[in-house]
């Protein structure tokens, strides 16, 4: 592919991919803010200082774009939760509670982060349908992998039940980001904790 002249220092393919991230960086606070049905390509232009014809190089709408933060957003968590198991003790309770641990810290870090992933994400309907099905699939994933063998009586469960740890992170999440006030942290990971161990008998 050609990669057209350079402008101010930056080829085609340079400028494209900025574009793309000041929009990313925009929707980011605008969709964690206003909400993704009150955003408007224009204002996300706005904000990313770029013309509506540039925005249709990077997306190919609203939707697209949304897909492509929440997905980001998704990729980060994981990659955080995915380190702080490696690096906690190898017994499978010590890895879940620092998987958790961590995914609540992570998420809550950034209120915006908290926001698309378990806000947004479903006030945006059936565009991000997969995109939060995957999602769960990749949390619950992580569960499994760090969980070894299960007592007895529980093998034929796991999947299950680690989807059920998810969801239940899910809802403790919603409700940090909706209540006017907010659950100390610690407080949620107590409970996320408590639900682990009383799912998996660890």
């Known amino acids: ?15 494209l991919a900025d574009r793309r991230e000041r929009l990313l960086t925009a929707a980011y606070t605008l969709f964690a803010g206003a909400g993704f049905t009150a ?10 200082r770029i ?3 540039a925005f249709y190089e990077c997306f190919t709408g609203r939707e697209d774009l949304m897909r492509a933060v929440y997905d980001r957003c998704v990729e980060e968590t994981i990659l955080a939760v995915s380190k702080a198991i490696g690096e906690a003790p190898g017994d499978p309770d010590s890895r879940i509670c620092a998987g958790i641990r961590e995914y609540i810290t992570f998420v809550t870090r950034d209120l915006r982060r908290a926001r698309i992933m378990h806000l947004e994400v479903r006030r945006a309907g059936d565009i991000l349908t997969a995109h939060r099905q995957r999602a769960v699939k990749g949390f619950t ?18 999947h299950l039940l680690a989807l059920g740890v998810v969801g239940a992170l ?3 999440l919603i409700e940090w980001v909706l209540a006017e006030e907010r659950p100390p ?3 949620l990971i107590e409970t996320a904790v408590h639900i682990f161990r009383r799912s998996f008998g660890t």
């Open 1 to 15: 592919m050609a990669t057209g002249r350079d402008y101010r220092g930056m080829t085609a393919e340079q400028r």
């Open 39 to 48: 955003t408007t390509i224009e204002r996300l232009c706005a904000s990313a």
């Open 51 to 53: 013309s509506n014809r």
């Open 141 to 158: 994933e992580i569960i499994e992998q760090s969980l070894g063998d299960l007592p007895d009586g529980l093998p034929n469960l796991t």
């Open 170 to 172: 899910q809802e403790l």
């Open 185 to 187: 942290l610690d407080h």
